[in-house]
């Protein structure tokens, strides 16, 4: 096992959840689209979007589909600006 592997047992135990539930491979790779195309800080809320989403019923894997899709299209430079159209 991994550190990464057994933090999520122990955050799934702490909030009463399976951890093979659990799309880590998913979740990362949205978290690094986002960071990577959009903005470092939008990980993180990202994952949460996602995790709320998911809570409310959405199918984990469309749904990270779906968000990862957003942020290859998201209209950003690398400095942070909206390019002008």
Do not use: I, K, N
């Not at 470092?40 to 809320?45: K, L, N």
């Amino acid at each position: 096992m991994t550190v990464l592997d057994d933090w999520v047992t122990a955050a799934c135990a702490e909030l009463d959840l399976d951890p093979a539930g659990v799309p880590v491979s998913g979740v990362l790779d949205v978290a690094r689209d986002v960071a990577h195309q959009v903005l470092r800080p939008g990980a993180p809320v990202t994952a949460y979007l996602l995790g709320v989403a998911v809570g409310r019923g959405a199918d984990p894997a469309a749904a990270a589909a779906r968000l990862s899709a957003l942020a290859a299209s998201w209209p950003v430079e690398l400095d942070g600006t909206v390019p002008a159209e």
